[in-house]
C-alpha cells in the first residue's frame, strides 16, 4: 500500500463516519423535538416554513443541533418580500406549529 492509498482510503472512512454521525444527530433531534420539512417555527426574530434542515454538532452547546431554512413569513402571513430564505437556528426556536416548546 502507497502513502496515496493510505490518504485515499482513510479520507473516504473520514466521510462514512461523517454521514452516519449526521444520521445518528438527525435521528436524534427528530426524536427529541419533532421537527418536520413543512412545520411552521419562529425563533426571537423571525418566523419561517421549514424547507431544509442541515444537521450538525454544536460545541459551544456540547451536543447535535440543526439549523431550519426556508423563507421568513411576516405577522400576517405572507412571505417577507426582503429575504427569501431565512436560516433559523433549533436552540432558539420558541414556536412549532403555534405551540410553545420549553427546551
Not at 431565512?86 to 427546551?103: A, C, E, F
Amino acid at each position: 500500500m502507497t502513502k496515496e492509498e493510505l490518504e485515499k482510503r482513510l479520507n473516504e472512512l473520514s466521510r462514512q463516519f461523517d454521514k452516519e454521525k449526521n444520521k445518528i444527530y438527525k435521528q436524534y433531534l427528530e426524536e427529541e423535538y419533532g421537527i418536520k420539512i413543512g412545520d411552521i417555527v419562529t425563533d426571537h426574530i423571525h418566523t419561517i416554513k421549514v424547507e431544509s434542515i442541515d444537521y450538525f454538532y454544536d460545541c459551544f452547546l456540547d451536543g447535535p443541533t440543526a439549523k431550519l431554512n426556508g423563507p421568513d413569513y411576516k405577522k400576517d402571513g405572507t412571505i417577507s418580500k426582503r429575504q427569501t430564505n431565512t436560516p433559523v437556528y433549533l436552540q432558539n426556536v420558541k414556536v412549532i406549529n403555534g405551540k410553545n416548546i420549553q427546551k
